[in-house]
């Protein structure tokens, strides 16, 4: 069967996804410009194929109970493609959506700009472009569900600047079609690169879901997005149960012990409505570091955190995990969205494709970003806190610190090395330079410590829950700030 024959057409896509009976068109009726004979006969023929009067129609639905603006692609309308009533009925689809404060879910599949219309057709992707970044400066969610094939201006414009990006499987995606490509360079492009799975290995969608998926991962992003910034009042306090004071050197192996929960179990066991992203959007993906939009009870939050599962000794933290750690903070500033980083490595890479790939601007600029953010931001200290990669997520509006978390400006070892040139006294720089939670706090680096009985190791769930009670209470507390003091007492804590 062929990719025609299986491509679900505009409405089709759109009864899948929205709710029962919800969808209501935005669409008006064209006054189109003089066209030439020729063309207007493809239109005509376009419209008689497919029922509809543009390549593109626009309206609201609702998505299991959340009012949504949907933008979709026909392309059985001269292939998807985009000319200048096309751009219009799309920018003010957006405007509107902008306007009425909804989420706004886009699902093209486009060969690109109009040929027939030429150069003209081909600068309306700078206008959908620019509505488009009104939308997110509004703090509007944008989700878009990439479809086969989407290729040229659509694919660089409005198709690749979603918050969330999903893609179909098999979606043939890409800038260049590979039709143009074989026309110009006189051999076909190579197979499997301009592909929904590859874009994915390479970070640049964060997953690839059949189109019976997506109205439920669009439910549970809006679930995060778009749930209330100011949590109700009765927030209940999680108390603060007694930690004991543990010795430096202890504390640095129980961080080590592999058994220990990181990022994934705090998730899974702590967490709800869940939302893996993938990728720096670069091009880039790394497996240490793990980027989420999830709810810790009522509050929402992007959380960026080192996994441990994912750091080893073959591939250690990297300049791209930071690179996808900024796209998260780029995403909870555009959101308005309350940001979590969680601090659990043995440290940065240390190698030439880290140096090439720029690791010490990558975390000056994640230090500036954090600095900086409009955001709400809370820290969680869970293990390991070596060095600049570990740095590069601490400077946060509030600092929780797990009981045997550490932070150190190198492995204990290569500080024993440096200063005594050899790694036998690493427990005794530990302990020398104060990387325990407890003298963390006591130099005002850590607001809190949350106690392990008697390590998190031998207690993962009941850990990790206690970690996610108070994170909720945190998370709460920031939302209920003003901005404006919360920004200055971080400034005035960093002395920015």
Same mark, same amino acid.
């Given at each position: $069967?062929?990719?025609?024959?299986t ?5 089709a896509?759109?009864d899948?996804?929205?709710?029962d ?21 493809q ?14 129609i ?6 299991h109970?959340?009012?949504v ?8 309308? +001269?292939?998807?493609?985009?000319g200048?009533?096309?751009a ?21 599949v ?10 003209v057709?081909f600068v ?19 989700l878009v569900?990439?479809r086969?094939?989407?290729t040229?201006?659509?694919? !660089?414009?409005?198709?690749?600047l979603?918050h969330?990006t999903v893609?179909?499987?098999g ?19 190579p ?15 964060d ?12 439910h ?5 997005m ?22 430096a ?8 012990n ?15 409505d ?9 091009g ?9 939009l999830?709810?810790f ?8 955190g080192?996994?441990r599962?994912g750091?080893? +000794?073959?591939s ?12 998260g903070?780029?995403?909870?500033d ?5 940001l979590?980083?969680?601090i659990?490595t ?13 690791l ?6 994640? +230090?500036?970003? $954090?600095?900086?953010l ?7 200290? $869970? ?8 740095? !590069?997520?601490?400077?946060a509006?509030?600092v929780?610190?797990?009981q ?5 400006? +190198?492995p ?9 040139r050899?790694?036998?006294?690493a427990?005794? $720089? ?14 005002g ?6 106690a392990?009985?008697p390590? !998190? ?11 996610g009670?108070v994170?909720?209470?945190?998370l ?21």
């Amino acid at each position: $069967m062929t990719a025609e024959a299986t491509r679900l057409t505009a409405t089709a896509l759109l009864d899948l996804v929205l709710d029962d009976g919800s969808y209501l068109s935005w669409d008006r009726p064209f006054v189109r410009a003089e066209l030439s004979e020729e063309y207007g006969a493809q239109l005509a023929g376009a419209e008689a194929k497919t029922g509809h009067d543009e390549a593109v129609i626009t309206g609201e639905g609702s998505i299991h109970g959340h009012r949504v603006a949907v933008l979709a692609s026909e392309f059985g309308f +001269l292939a998807g493609s985009i000319g200048v009533d096309a751009a219009e009925r799309l920018v003010l689809a957006i405007e509107r959506a902008t306007a009425e404060g909804l989420p706004l879910l886009a699902a093209p599949v486009s060969g690109g700009t109009r040929m027939q219309e030429g150069t003209v057709a081909f600068v309306q992707m700078v206008k959908i472009t620019s509505a488009i970044c009104q939308h997110k400066a509004a703090g509007h969610p944008y989700l878009v569900y990439l479809r086969n094939p989407t290729t040229g201006g659509v694919m !660089a414009s409005w198709g690749s600047l979603g918050h969330v990006t999903v893609a179909e499987p098999g979606a043939l995606l890409g800038f260049l079609g590979p039709r143009v490509y074989e026309a110009i360079y006189g051999r076909p492009f190579p197979e499997g690169v301009q592909t929904a799975e590859n874009l994915y290995t390479h970070g640049l969608i964060d997953a690839v879901l059949p189109p019976e998926a997506l109205a439920e991962i669009v439910h549970r992003a809006l679930q995060v997005m778009m749930a209330p910034r100011k949590p109700p009042a009765d927030e209940q306090h999680p108390g603060d149960e007694p930690v004991g004071v543990s010795d430096a050197w202890d504390l640095v192996t129980r961080a080590r012990n592999p058994r220990r929960p990181g990022v994934r179990r705090l998730l899974r066991y702590a967490a709800t409505d869940v939302i893996p992203l993938n990728g720096s959007g670069q091009g880039e993906t790394d497996p240490g570091l793990l980027l989420a939009l999830a709810r810790f009870g009522g509050a929402p939050c992007v959380l960026l955190g080192q996994d441990r599962r994912g750091q080893t +000794l073959l591939s250690p933290l990297g300049p791209g995990a930071l690179r996808e750690a900024r796209r998260g903070m780029h995403l909870a500033d555009e959101l308005n969205l309350p940001l979590v980083t969680v601090i659990d490595t043995p440290g940065a890479a240390l190698s030439v494709e880290a140096e090439e790939g720029g690791l010490a601007g990558e975390i000056a600029r994640c +230090l500036a970003d $954090m600095v900086m953010l409009q955001a709400p931001t809370l820290t969680v200290m $869970m293990g390991q806190g070596t060095g600049g990669g570990a740095l !590069a997520l601490l400077p946060a509006d509030r600092v929780v610190a797990a009981q045997h978390g550490w932070l150190s400006p +190198l492995p204990p070892e290569g500080a024993s090395a440096i200063r005594f040139r050899t790694p036998d006294r690493a427990a005794e $720089m530990a302990r020398a330079q104060g990387v325990d939670a407890h003298t963390l706090r006591a130099n005002g680096i850590v607001d809190r410590i949350v106690a392990e009985q008697p390590d !998190a190791a031998e207690e993962p769930e009941t850990f990790c829950a206690r970690l996610g009670d108070v994170i909720r209470y945190e998370l709460t507390a920031l939302l209920r700030q003003d901005a404006g003091e919360r920004l200055a007492a971080r400034r005035a804590r960093f002395r920015g």
